[in-house]
């Protein structure tokens, strides 16, 4: 009779495939069985009730990233990663970023020294691009590819990020060559530096301003360039952070057109409005939902809900990117109060990510459990190189599950929450469906809240190839 460490029984596997009742049977960490009645484990998890589905793969968080001045981000691994489990996640894939005029391959290691035997899950590093030197293309991105750092990030906005479009190009160019995908972050440079300057000419200088500087126009017409721009050069993208029907409706035509363009989403653009940056009375409380690209309107979420449920998008990822609201250091901060344009960029959101696309999508509705399943853990496998070893329940796959309560409600409040940040955005919203149970390669890291994992649980994932990253016509470069 076969042996199992653990049996969780009785439980539904919901895979980005099929929904079965079965019992999962796991041993050294990974999955050996799916089945009925299996045998008894050394130990036995009752899932009774509940929803068993591959643990969270959260494909876009920033944890302890450089602040290039700016206030210091609110998570590094250990308190990111520990909210990340509590969110249900087994794995994430946060950025290396390489500072202009460093050298990548220090910036990783550097970033390394971040993370190791701090993490309470998995995790792989992206690539942030911000000074594409012939060094760089030519003989760091092809050796970190080759040691599994498979993706790379690249942006058209932010003084000290933006890359001109010939330096896109090259990154491009040089994904091609090395097998890599490139995430792109889409809102030109120029036109938010326009607005800036007239809305601050105007005194038009509050937290919701932000989003008037970067109207839906400017991310629709710089994704426009970034697929001309993949198109030139024959490469597989992914758009990431899509906030609304301008932008979604690029992504769509090119689809239709072909090419591999892939697109990214996440619950603000689903939750939150550019009228949440007003704050109560247009005060810096608004400077809590400044995020890039900004909320849009409830018209917004009807478009990002089209393209989910079309396959426009591949993966709903938070964008966690935490910074405190209170403080000298936080989003309040003495010289964000005199603009907007100091207001730190971006909003914690990795450990309520599940629950919202659960609530909104399968509870109300709009997407299936295994489309649910597929946006938040077996797409970002399969997109970033981690397939078959993540992102699905079945024998061979690690044993990183989630039990889910589908029928818990739940009102969002930063006390229940486990990030470094001072408050969520997301602060008061009410949502049906809640994790239970994490389990990282097989041990019980979180239950009912309570963190069990240790930092370090976690570890390093060097990660293959994207099969998506493949060039649509491999003849023509
Ligand atoms: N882009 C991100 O991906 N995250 C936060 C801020 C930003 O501009
Ligand atoms: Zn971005
Ligand atoms: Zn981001």
């Known amino acids: 009779m076969q042996s199992y460490d653990l049996v969780i029984r009785g439980g539904t596997v919901v895979t980005a495939a099929d929904t079965v009742r079965a019992d999962v049977g796991i041993t050294g960490g990974r999955i050996v069985a799916v089945g009925e009645n299996l045998s008894p484990g050394t130990n036995e998890v009752s899932a009774d009730g509940l929803l068993v589905m591959p643990g969270g793969i959260d494909s876009h968080v920033h944890l302890a990233q450089p602040a290039f001045g700016g206030p210091a981000m609110a998570d590094g691994f250990e308190t990111g990663t520990r909210s990340a489990i509590a969110g249900g996640n087994t794995t994430v894939i946060p950025f290396a970023l390489q500072p202009r005029g460093a050298s990548l391959r220090a910036s990783v290691v550097d970033y390394h020294k971040e993370s190791d035997g701090k993490s309470y899950c998995d995790y792989g590093f992206h690539l942030i691009i911000s000074d594409p030197t012939s060094t760089v293309l030519g003989q760091e991105l092809p050796s970190l590819v080759g040691d599994g750092y498979t993706s790379f990030k690249v942006f058209m906005t932010y003084e000290d990020l933006v890359l001109s479009d010939r330096q896109i190009l090259d990154v491009l160019d040089c994904a091609r060559s090395c097998g890599a995908l490139v995430m792109i972050h889409c809102e030109g440079y ?4 326009f607005m800036t300057e007239k809305l601050e000419l105007a005194s038009k200088k509050a937290p919701y301003y932000h989003a008037v500087s970067r109207p839906e126009s400017v991310e629709r017409e710089a994704t426009h360039r970034a697929i001309s721009h993949a198109e030139l050069t024959d490469v597989p993208i992914m758009i990431v952070h899509v906030s609304g029907r301008e932008a979604m409706e690029q992504l769509r ?3 239709q057109k072909g090419l591999k363009v892939y697109g990214e989403t996440c619950p603000q ?3 939150l409005t550019a009228d949440d940056l007003k704050g109560l009375n247009m005060d810096e409380s608004g400077g809590k939902y400044v995020c890039s690209p900004p909320p849009r309107d409830k018209t917004s979420w009807d478009a990002i809900w089209e393209g989910i449920r079309s396959g426009v998008f591949q993966t709903f990822s938070s964008d966690h990117c935490p910074f405190f609201y209170e403080g000298e250091m936080g989003k309040l901060n003495p010289k964000a109060r005199t603009s907007f344009k100091w207001v730190p960029n971006g909003i914690p959101g990795v450990e309520t990510r ?9 509870v ?6 295994n489309e649910f399943v597929a946006l938040t853990s077996t797409n970002h496998a399969k997109m970033y190189g981690l397939y078959p070893k993540k992102g699905s329940i079945a024998p061979g796959f690690d044993a990183d599950i989630v039990l889910w309560d589908p029928n818990r409600k739940e009102t969002i409040r930063q006390e229940l929450l486990h990030h470094g940040a001072d408050y969520t955005p997301y602060e008061g919203m009410e949502v049906t469906g809640w994790p239970v149970m994490t389990f990282l390669r097989g041990k019980k890291v979180m239950e009912n809240g309570e963190i069990l994992g240790s930092p370090g649980d976690g570890t390093f994932l060097a990660r293959d190839l994207s099969p998506y990253a493949a060039p649509v016509d491999r003849t023509n470069h």
Do not use: P
């Open 190 to 193: 120029d036109a938010i530096r």
């Open 354 to 362: 599940l629950q919202i696309l659960f609530s909104k999508g399968v």
């Open 253 to 255: 035509w090119a689809q």
């Open 269 to 271: 653009y689903v939750a």
């Open 364 to 369: 109300e509705g709009r997407i299936t459990l």
